[in-house]
């Protein structure tokens, strides 16, 4: 597979790979089939693999270090903190509030340094921002993870442009993840050009809007009972038969290209800057391979265009997220 980079400190294949739903937010999975797609990732070129304490929580990490241990020196890893997190609980009920502090950031990094059975990780996201501290405390105390050489580089997720300027001006930042897709388009108004212009790479996550736009969800029963997307605003009743009719125009433009709806959605993503990394999500082997032969495919300023149009965000029922969850982003 081609590579790209991130920042100036890392090299990772174009088409990265999240594995937030091989243990959480999407329904019951499957550990032996999620690593067999770990496994068919690393044999496809894919190189770079994202994860967070907060999945399961801390169980995803547990997963990525117990099946990608005898391939670490072929693999980047990238992982987050920075929300409290009360243990023995579900995620619903575990997460409690944002935390930003130094000593979070140095805590959770001794802890999934050992969850990840590694001595380093590659990349060191911030979660979500905490108005309560100050940007430059967080990354200074994440600095210093770099100086001890537990960390290699640091990024940011769901942080405003203004944020991302005052955080690289401490250290260098590697990468801003952020969700983005056809029908999420929020980093277009300032992140991506702020990216650009201070050389950071993006890196989008739920690039395939959720699996929206994938075409296999059209009403509320495609979904789990535990899946965590029934309480997203686009996935409720009222919306998803109105989303479903959008995506149903992409599944035709699919169609006649020769490709999956997937498949497109996510080249059109790729398309958007050669600084961009994508990582959609796959718990089979199947979906990551047709994902990752998305990197191919070919698309003329006349299509992107076109797909721009057809899933515009003016035209996507419901929000992103949550009110709640909205406020934790672009601070």
């Known amino acids: 597979m081609k590579t790209r980079k991130l920042g100036n400190q890392m090299t990772v294949s174009t088409i990265g790979l ?5 243990s959480y937010a999407y ?3 499957d550990e032996q089939e999620s690593i067999r797609t770990l496994h068919r990732a690393v044999e496809l070129g894919v190189t770079f693999f994202d ?7 801390f169980e995803n990490e547990k997963l990525i270090g117990k099946a990608l241990k005898d391939r670490r020196d072929r693999v980047t890893i990238a992982t987050k903190f920075g929300f409290r997190i009360e243990p023995g609980k579900p995620a619903a009920e575990a997460i409690k509030g944002v935390d930003g502090r130094p000593e979070n950031a140095k805590a959770v990094a001794e802890a999934s340094l050992k969850r990840l ?3 380093v990780i590659d990349l060191y996201y911030q979660h979500r921002v905490d108005p309560s501290v100050p940007i430059e405390e967080t990354v200074g105390a994440m600095a210093e993870l ?4 537990k960390v290699r580089a640091l990024g940011l997720s769901e942080a405003s ?3 991302i300027r005052r955080a690289h001006a401490v250290h260098p930042i590697a990468a801003v993840q952020s969700e983005y897709s056809l029908w999420t388009r929020d980093p277009e108004e300032e992140v991506l050009a702020t990216c650009r212009e201070l050389g950071i790479g993006f890196v989008p996550y739920s690039p395939l809007g959720r699996g929206m736009l994938t075409g296999t969800i059209a009403k509320m029963d495609d979904l789990a009972a535990d899946d965590f997307r029934r309480s997203l605003p686009r996935f409720q009743a009222e919306n998803l038969s109105a989303n479903a009719a959008l995506v149903s125009m992409l599944e035709t433009l699919a169609a006649q290209k020769g490709v999956t709806a997937a498949q497109l959605a996510l080249a059109w993503v790729i398309n958007q800057g050669d600084f961009i990394v994508p990582i ?8 990551l391979e047709e994902n990752v032969a998305a990197a191919d495919i ?3 300023d006349a299509e992107l265009t076109k797909l721009a149009e057809i899933l515009s965000p003016a035209l996507v029922a419901g929000k992103r997220y949550t009110e709640a969850s909205l406020a934790l982003t672009n601070r």
């Open 117 to 119: 059975g590694t001595d």
């Open 27 to 29: 329904g019951e999975a």
């Open 280 to 287: 959609p999500g796959a718990r089979r082997i199947r979906h």
């Open 161 to 163: 442009a203004a944020t």
């Open 51 to 57: 994860t967070a304490e907060v999945y399961g929580p």
């Open 18 to 22: 999240g594995c937030m739903g091989m």
């Open 146 to 149: 770099v100086k001890e050489g």
């Open 298 to 300: 070919v698309l003329s």
